[in-house]
């Protein structure tokens, strides 16, 4: 091959990259900016937001701002559920009796007329389903559940839940499956690489491949490119991987639900602290990743500053999510003296922003740095960042991290390492904590109430279990609720914790109590391009 | 203009630039072998850079520390000796997988048909990469640093030591290569190869042991850039791979058969994300460069390859008819 001939497929190469980077990328840029630049892309997601949106899926402003106040007042609790495990397993079998009692003496489930109906006024019309669906999928004695996920790619880390959640399904079906059936539960994992186009492609081979009683997915822009198609399928697409409060639409996607704390929420916790801790003008930067993951943190953190006496001014600068270094975005933002930097970013860059924020003499200055909540991860962020991630603050989404040396001997969180330790998965890895002990055991506690419901384990009765739920989440911490109530309530953790990263000790320093919202997050009824 | 960020970006510009052209010459020594691009090259060095960390962070083997010193759990109190002994017995190591890969998956094709080859590199960078994950999983990893915390304030922008030995270090990488190369006999017999593989296979040369040095000096090289990138990228599976678009954009603005032109162009590439992306943001009608800045090096590159076919610095190819 001649080099000019090698040259031009190089060039061939890069011309398809750069497409390929446009289309990943804007999948989710669009769907949230919905502006110029990014809005070609729309065809690439079947959904999509906008920008100018108003603040949606979190509560108001007055319920935070009143809920960081009250925190603030308060000293940190202990953080830790008290008991053994087996008095754990018998305060949620406890939990799980009284919601199924709920479900079984009311009007609820799933009626002659195609209608499923659950308490707060949730309606779901199966009539509404393609002809060959079915809702007996796990009929068969297996509950296939599918998950795109990034297992790599700038994300890859991400990859850990799947083992951790794989693991908690082998633990369930090993003390004996799911309901009076012992159904068992199968994990099929697809690396969708955090491309929303993948995840599209690979849904879709799942759908035809594995007939799977319900999928899941990673990552706000992948999500939403699967959000209609699962939804007009009827396809439980339960507890998705991602904190856009667009899965807060019981009545629009009903077959959908989120779990963690919505970005727009944590995105407005921030900007009341702001407001509570600081003495204005304060100017504000946010590194945001491009797409709609980053812009859903921008927009509601944007919608707050523009109201705030405190916060003069808000600068933000998107990056690239497969960037391979931040530098020259970090020094845009240094170059505004910032009074307070927002790292609204996820996986590998998690860890960049707090190397470049500390590089670029940020750290020095700032009088408050945040990491989101999903680069909370000890291990996979705040470690690896070194001596620069000392005194980072974090809106933790109220859950325990399983590497977090204070959480070590509470006895939730030492099954849980020892569990993934007997999977022979690494324990040291928040992640996989994370995959098994908050998302494997809120999907399996969903399922056990779901299989004992009136039919068994069906996708209306999974569904009427996840609209339905209200137990003790042992992997949050005390005071924050994880429930949802039909139509009126959908977001499960409404609250939070504010914790400082301390270098020393490796740990999360909680700074005061919970913040408390449970309840008070309005739905986000969904609308391509124009958001809540 | 305000002159202190201007050079803060010149200077992150040299940082990021040095990144990327430690990883093109890299690929051009594997080019100017075998006239092909190594996909694989960016994922051999993080593999280099995991053996580095395996030997300098999780090793504490008595006879080993001999020659490393000794170990420490802190890698912020790793000693420079221990990780400069590491990364070199992982250059040495590193080099050996590539001898191995060369002679095993890649002399037995038609070194004329590059097609199967191509996809073999393809398909090493899957391979290795989810082998380092296998092994040290995908969460990022803090690296030992090469050379020491600090920096210099140059009128008020900051300069860093790891940018400067980084620099340095590639520049006598440059000046290594271009001596084993140029006055040795090995060397000549690589460029040999490098012009024509028949011709001095005909006159003597054991290609197959030219080919299998050119292998093991690319894969050493890039070992030793990965390990001087790492404390900056994270150690991880993905580090390499989020680099090598950049890299081959670089490697074709120098000239794919140049040491020096890849490294420059590693240089442009850094240098064009840094302050041309950074400033061309200002304009609203551009402000989308900033979160894709791999346009304005793919503008860069074509702009060059369309003016000068063969890079900045390649040779130019002559037929006879």
């Known amino acids: ?90 305060i949620w079998a406890e939990e799980r009796a009284a919601i199924v009692e709920t479900l079984s003496s009311g009007d609820y489930g799933l009626g002659e007329d195609g209608i499923l109906r659950g308490p707060g006024g949730f309606e779901l019309d199966t009539s509404a389903c393609p002809a060959d669906w079915n809702n007996e999928a796990a009929a068969d004695g297996t509950i296939t559940i599918g998950y795109t996920i990034a297992q790599s790619g700038a994300l890859a880390v991400y990859g850990n839940i799947a083992d951790g959640l794989g693991a908690y399904f082998d633990y369930q079906n090993s003390v004996g499956g799911v309901g009076p059936d012992g159904l068992q539960i199968e994990l099929v994992v697809k690396d969708d690489e955090y491309v929303a186009t993948r995840t599209q492609e690979l849904v879709d081979e799942l759908l035809q491949t594995e007939d799977p009683f319900a999928v899941t997915t990673l990552g706000s822009p992948n999500t939403f490119s699967v959000y209609n198609t699962l939804n007009d399928l009827c396809v439980p697409h339960p507890h998705v991987t991602t904190g856009h409060q667009a899965w807060g639409d019981p009545e629009g996607h009903p077959w959908t639900t989120g779990q963690q704390l919505s970005y727009s929420t944590e995105a407005l916790i921030w900007a009341n602290w702001i407001d509570d801790n600081l003495e204005g003008p304060v100017t504000v930067a946010g590194l945001v990743m491009d797409n709609d993951f980053g812009l859903a943190y921008e927009s509601s953190f944007e919608v707050f500053a523009e109201a705030s006496d405190t916060i003069e001014e808000f600068v933000a600068v998107r990056h690239d999510p497969a960037a391979a270094t931040l530098t020259n975005e970090v020094t845009t933002l240094a170059a505004e003296n910032p009074d307070v930097f927002i790292s609204m970013t996820a996986g590998n860059p998690c860890v960049l922003a707090i190397q470049e924020a500390d590089r670029s003499g940020i750290t020095e200055t700032a009088q408050a740095l945040f990491t989101p909540s999903v680069c909370k991860t000890i291990s996979g962020t705040m470690e690896p960042a070194g001596d620069a991630s ?110 400082q990263f301390t270098v020393a000790d490796q740990t999360w320093v909680q700074q005061g109590g919970i913040i408390d919202l449970s309840g008070l997050s309005p739905n986000c009824p969904w609308v391509a391009g124009e958001g809540c | 203009m305000n002159t202190t960020l201007l050079l803060q970006r ?32 960016g994922e051999m060095a993080m593999f280099g850079a995991f053996i580095t960390y395996a030997f300098a962070v999780q090793s504490d083997n008595g006879f080993l520390n001999i020659f490393l010193g000794p170990a420490n759990e802190n890698i912020g109190d790793i000693s420079f000796r221990r990780i400069w002994v590491s990364a070199v017995l992982a250059m040495i190591g590193s080099g050996i997988i590539a001898i191995v890969v060369e002679r095993m998956l890649i002399r037995p094709f038609d070194p004329d048909d590059h097609l199967p080859v191509v996809l073999i590199t393809l398909g090493l960078f899957l391979v290795i990469n989810a082998v380092a994950g296998e092994i040290w999983n995908f969460e990022p990893r803090a690296m030992p640093a090469l050379f020491p915390d600090g920096r210099l304030d140059v009128a008020g922008a900051r300069l860093f030591y790891d940018t400067i030995g980084i620099i340095l270090v590639l520049a006598l990488m440059l000046g290594g290569l271009f001596v084993i190369l140029g006055k040795t006999k090995m060397g000549l017999a690589f460029r040999a190869v490098s012009s024509n593989v028949e011709s001095a296979r005909l006159v003597g040369v054991r ?115």
């Open chain 1, 390 to 499: 000392e005194g980072w603050y974090v809106v933790g989404g109220g859950i325990k991290d399983t590497t977090d040396p204070q959480y070590l001997d509470d006895p939730y969180i030492a099954w849980v390492n020892e569990q993934v330790e007997a999977a022979g998965l690494d324990s040291s890895v928040s992640l996989t904590g994370d995959g098994f002990g908050v998302r494997g055991w809120g999907m399996v506690q969903a399922m056990l109430v779901a299989a004992e419901l009136d039919g068994g384990m069906t996708r209306t009765n999974f569904i009427l279990a996840l609209r339905s739920m209200d137990m003790t989440h042992p992997a949050l911490l005390d005071g924050i609720g994880w429930n949802t109530n039909g139509a009126e309530d959908s977001y499960f953790i409404e609250g939070s914790e504010i914790s």
């Open chain 1, 1 to 90: 091959m001649s080099k000019q001939a090698l040259q031009k497929m190089l060039a061939l190469l890069f011309g398809f990259a750069l497409v390929a980077a446009a289309c990943g990328g804007s999948s989710g840029e669009t769907e949230a900016s919905g502006d110029e630049e990014t809005s070609e892309s729309e065809d690439t997601s079947e959904d999509s937001g906008g920008e100018d949106e108003e603040v949606g899926g979190a509560a108001s402003d007055e319920d935070v701002e009143e809920a960081v106040q009250a925190a603030g007042d308060e000293e940190a609790g202990e953080g830790s559920t008290a008991g053994s495990i087996e008095e754990l397993e018998a």
């Open chain 2, 207 to 321: 290609t197959g042991r030219v080919l299998g040095f050119g292998w093991f000096l690319a894969s050493a090289i890039g070992t030793l850039g990965a390990v001087l990138v790492a404390p900056r990228l994270s150690l991880q599976p993905i580090m390499m791979g989020l680099v090598l678009i950049y890299a081959l954009a670089a490697a074709s603005i120098g000239g794919l058969d140049s040491l020096g032109g890849a490294a420059l162009g590693g240089l442009i590439i850094g240098l064009t994300n840094s302050v041309a992306v950074q400033y061309l943001a200002n304009v609203e009608a551009f402000k989308f460069v900033q979160a894709a800045p791999l346009i304005l090096s793919i503008i860069a590159m074509l702009a060059t390859l369309w003016f000068r076919p063969s890079g900045l610095f390649g040779t130019k190819r002559v037929e006879r008819v």
């Open chain 2, 10 to 41: 010149i200077f992150d510009g040299i940082a990021t630039g040095a990144i990327y052209a430690a990883v093109a010459v890299a690929l051009v020594l594997i080019f100017k072998a075998t006239t092909l691009i190594n996909f694989a090259q």
